[in-house]
């Protein structure tokens, strides 16, 4: 058996959507789709623009410069970081990954500059979370500890030295944004 595996039984959670409701989500995501769209219209109209003005503009080339920006959007929107009792979600355009935070094994980071938390849980889900967003986030990095904290008190969970790094981060973050607040 590797590490972070666990060999007893355990109860496997209910799956879908009677998980129950969402308790936490990224409150940046709305405006960072904004930003995606905003970018792919604005690349859309710019090339239109230029292509009319330059007299070359032709339906195929419409067709062209509409599926550039759908790709541009499409490459641009952000994950969906979703929280609720006992479950982590991120949802992406095409697919949907979920965690459940009280039966985790393991988790670790990944990347040194576009860092992300890499959680796997006892049933073979995996989910990468932005660090940031979780940083940003209070609600969602509160729900993703207690079930952490939960989970290695069962025994699944042997290493937590990524969530405690993350909760040093959180913790100075938190600090910082006092202090600053405080006018020091």
Do not use: C
């Amino acid at each position: 058996m590797g590490r972070g595996e666990y060999s007893g039984t355990v109860p496997r959670p209910r799956v879908g959507d009677a998980d129950g409701p969402a308790t936490a989500h990224d409150r940046a995501w709305a405006g960072r789709r904004r930003t995606a769209y905003a970018a792919a219209v604005t690349v859309l109209a710019a090339a239109l623009a230029l292509d009319a003005w330059d007299g070359t503009l032709d339906p195929a080339r419409l067709v062209l410069w509409l599926v550039f920006a759908v790709a541009l959007f499409a490459i641009l929107l952000p994950e969906r970081t979703t929280t609720g009792e006992g479950w982590l979600e991120v949802r992406g355009l095409l697919r949907r990954r979920r965690v459940y935070t009280d039966y985790l094994v393991s988790a670790r980071f990944l990347g040194a500059i576009d860092r992300r938390v890499v959680l796997r849980d006892a049933f073979g889900g995996v989910v990468s979370v932005e660090a940031g967003v979780l940083l940003a986030n209070p609600f969602l990095w509160h729900a993703l500890d207690r079930g952490a904290r939960h989970a290695h008190t069962a025994g699944l969970l042997a290493d937590r030295g990524a969530l405690r790094e993350l909760a040093e981060a959180i913790d100075a973050r938190g600090a910082r944004d006092l202090l600053a607040k405080a006018g020091m």
